[in-house]
């Protein structure tokens, strides 16, 4: 029987409340395209969309990018299997405050201290993601409040309309003039295709390359 997860925040890690700025100032150092890859990736090895969650893997990549704080995870772990950092909720919240926050020209993401700086960016955003912590007392706007981002962030399996929005995406708003015109434009549809026709070059290269292994020992 599946069980449903339950974040680990940044609250209950460093016992204090995380602020917007304070999110802001990490993520103003690293550069936007570093910091949205490799939330990227880290969305796509958990296969969150799936709205499974995959409790091993999820410590395996916690206790890395949050080494600093293994000791406090464990813990929490040990008191529930169903804790997790990460989420397909949260990294999309976070991709949205990269997309925000990070300069086009930064630091790259690829030191340890880059990695632990973007963990404690995904524990912030457990908390930052709901306007307010729910309590028992809260009253029906209040409850609906919070769960609006939900209906934002979470997959809802509607594949047919998550394909309708993805035709307009490329059709229309990738279209616009004013969002071509950035200096930080990226032609998803263009690129997509650049890769498409790599993939297939290298799949028609790729059996007719010699084997050096067979060669050398014939």
């Not at 893997?57 to 772990?77: A, I, M, P, T, V």
């Not at 490329?170 to 200096?183: F, H, N």
């Not at 032609?187 to 650049?194: A, R, S, T």
Request: proline letters at 5%.
């Amino acid at each position: 029987m599946a069980k449903a997860a339950v974040l680990i925040t940044y609250r209950e890690i460093l016992g204090k409340e995380p602020e917007l700025p304070a999110l802001h100032k990490i993520l103003k150092k690293y550069e936007r395209r570093e910091v949205i890859f490799l939330l990227a990736k880290v969305n796509c090895l958990l296969g969150t969309w799936q709205n499974a969650p995959y409790y091993e893997l999820d410590e395996r990549f916690s206790n890395y990018l949050l080494g600093d704080f293994h000791l406090q995870l464990k813990e929490l772990r040990r008191a529930s299997d169903t804790r997790v950092v990460f989420s397909r909720f949260t990294l999309l919240y976070l991709i949205k405050q990269a997309c925000i926050a990070c300069p086009e020209k930064g630091a790259q993401v690829n030191t340890r201290r880059a990695h632990s700086e973007i963990g404690i960016c995904c524990l912030m955003a457990n908390d930052l993601v709901l306007p307010f912590v729910p309590k028992e007392t809260d009253g029906t706007l209040e409850r609906l409040t919070n769960l609006l981002p939900f209906s934002d962030y979470v997959s809802q399996e509607h594949y047919s309309m998550e394909i309708g929005r993805t035709q307009i995406i490329l059709d229309e708003i990738l279209k616009l003039p004013l969002l071509a015109a950035r200096s930080d434009f990226v032609d998803i549809e263009v690129l997509f295709q650049k890769w498409k026709q790599t993939l297939r070059l290298r799949s028609c290269v790729a059996p007719i390359l010699p084997n050096r292994r067979f060669q050398a020992t014939r």
